[in-house]
T-cell receptor, first 110, second 117 residues
Framework: GQNIDQPTEMTATEGAIVQINCTYQ??????LFWYQQHAGEAPTFLSYNVLDGLEEKGRFSSFLSRSKGYSYLLLKELQMKDSASYLC???????????FGTGTRLQVFP | DGGITQSPKYLFRKEGQNVTLSCEQN?????MYWYRQDPGQGLRLIYY???????QKGDIAEGYSVSREKKESFPLTVTSAQKNPTAFYLC????????????????FGPGTRLTVL
């Protein structure tokens, strides 16, 4: 089967750095997505990793280790608008579907 | 502007009534999806469609039905058989089904919050 684990909630201070972890178990791994979702709104795409290593995109970076079944999303220079849920989703060759984690709710405080 | 629209944003229905949620996209995407989101749970897939006139059950299809008569439209009907229909419903689309890549991410609509009274 497939399983994805993320912390339920995290808090951080404006201007700080936060790392949101995601561990997964799946057969036929075929990529991992991170999405941002503000309360009551649609998820929006942040990043995609299929090879090991770090992908940097502005203040956001995403890391993948396929051997460990592990990814993290790194948010730098946190802003109040970064308060949102962050969803980890895994794609598998064995299915046409994305499997989503429960999401990590991040609260940024002044 | 290209995108996905869902309507209405908020919907109230009485128990026992069927209700249809609309989803339209003008991105020329082949694949479309319906998810349900409940507090404390991840997105759960209800139905998905690869092409017109074809759709597949997701993980929680019971009590739901869909149609895909046009490429741009993928309406979801929540039937009276759905035991706990109150939830946030999200429609998504992607260029194609299954191929995972940085260009084939799923684009989501704004969602419909359904409350059954």
């Amino acid at each position: 089967g497939q399983n994805i684990d993320q912390p339920t909630e995290m808090t951080a201070t404006e201007g700080a750095i936060v790392q949101i972890n995601c561990t997964y178990q799946t057969s036929g791994f075929n990529g991992l997505f991170w999405y941002q979702q503000h309360a009551g709104e649609a998820p929006t795409f942040l990043s995609y990793n299929v090879l090991d290593g770090l992908e940097e995109k502005g203040r956001f970076s995403s890391f993948l280790s396929r051997s460990k079944g592990y990814s993290y999303l790194l948010l730098k220079e946190l802003q109040m608008k970064d308060s949102a849920s962050y969803l980890c989703a895994v794609s598998s060759y064995n299915t046409d579907k994305l499997i989503f984690g429960t999401g990590t709710r991040l609260q940024v405080f002044p | 502007d290209g995108g996905i629209t869902q309507s209405p944003k908020y919907l109230f229905r009485k128990e026992g009534q069927n209700v249809t949620l609309s989803c339209e996209q003008n991105l020329n995407h082949d694949a479309m999806y319906w998810y349900r989101q409940d507090p404390g749970q991840g997105l759960r897939l209800i139905y998905y469609s690869q092409i017109v006139n074809d759709f597949q059950k997701g993980d929680i299809a019971e009590g739901y039905s869909v149609s895909r008569e046009k490429k741009e439209s993928f309406p979801l009907t929540v039937t009276s058989a759905q035991k706990n229909p109150t939830a946030f419903y999200l429609c998504a689309s992607s260029i194609e089904l299954g191929r995972s890549s940085s260009y084939n991410e799923q684009f989501f609509g704004p969602g419909t919050r359904l409350t059954v009274l």
